[in-house]
């Protein structure tokens, strides 16, 4: 049962701290547009975010995450040395933090195990 109490005592101070800073960069600026992002990027959102389930389902949760971070920012034009460094720490942070040091069991995936 610590499980939800590491992950809220990690997410929380990150939540404050984002919406600490969104607060310190849309201080000095102008009124925007009530509809400053268009309906497609909603919906490029949304179908990122449900790929990730069939992704999860197949491929394991140890494949899918690291492959959904690589895809992500190859796909809004990072570099490539960025985008396999930051999939592999996700890859990384998944096995050892959940699987190994809080024996979190995370889907293996029909397709690999």
């Not at 497609?40 to 995450?65: K, M, T």
């Not at 971070?69 to 034009?77: D, E, H, I, N, T």
Request: charged share 15%; hydrophobic share 55%.
């Amino acid at each position: 049962m610590r499980f939800p109490w590491l992950v809220g005592g990690v997410v929380i101070p990150l939540l404050i701290w984002q919406v600490v800073m969104e607060i310190r960069t849309h201080k000095g600026q102008e009124e925007e547009e009530e509809d400053s992002l268009p309906l497609r990027s909603y919906i490029a959102g949304l179908g990122w975010f449900v790929a990730v389930f069939p992704a999860v389902y197949l491929l394991g949760f140890l494949v899918a995450a690291p492959l959904y971070v690589f895809c992500a920012l190859k796909l809004r034009g990072e570099n490539w040395w960025l985008s396999v460094l930051l999939a592999s720490a996700t890859g990384v942070f998944f096995y050892f933090g959940l699987h190994v040091a809080l024996k979190v069991p995370l889907h293996e995936g029909v397709l690999w195990w």
